[in-house]
């Protein structure tokens, strides 16, 4: 008899699987699923806990849930250093302290949506954008 695996069972695999790869604690991480078009739409979100402040680490689309974190899973174990990093100095709204973040992006212009991914753009006020050297 073929069972298939429980797709909840399966999902949480996958999301420890991609925490696993990042090296980061499952409470800095938020996966957020939705519909679009037919397809799922999985945004990963990270939570900074210096900070507080949450940003989009990256998208994917898949025909269901598992297809979108099969997708993510891959990306976190083989794709992710094709993307160039970048350094972004920001300070919050009402804040003093400047703040650095990390993304990884193909460009300035997606380092800056993952930034300001959610929120308003006048609640970040943003200093550098900065292509850090490849090694």
């Known amino acids: 008899m073929d069972v298939s695996p429980d797709v909840h069972v399966e999902s949480a695999r996958m999301q420890r699987q991609i925490a696993e790869a990042l090296g ?15 397809q799922t739409r999985l945004d990963l979100i990270t939570v900074n806990p210096r900070h507080q402040q949450s940003f989009l680490f990256r998208y994917e689309l898949g025909h269901d849930k598992l297809d979108a974190l ?21 300070r919050a709204r009402g804040e003093k302290e400047l703040q650095t973040s990390y993304f990884r992006a193909h460009n300035a212009y997606e380092a800056l949506d993952k930034l300001y991914y959610g929120r308003d753009l006048n609640t970040i006020t943003v200093f550098s954008v900065v292509l850090n050297p490849s090694s």
């Not at 980061?24 to 037919?38: C, E, K, N, S, W």
């Not at 099969?70 to 920001?90: C, H, N, P």
Request: glycine fraction near 6%; aromatic fraction near 14%.
């Open 24 to 38: 980061l604690p499952a409470d800095q991480l938020v996966f957020d699923f939705r519909q679009i078009d037919g």
């Open 70 to 90: 099969r997708k993510m899973l891959g990306y976190v174990q083989t794709s992710r250093d094709a993307e160039a990093s970048y350094t972004i100095q920001w």
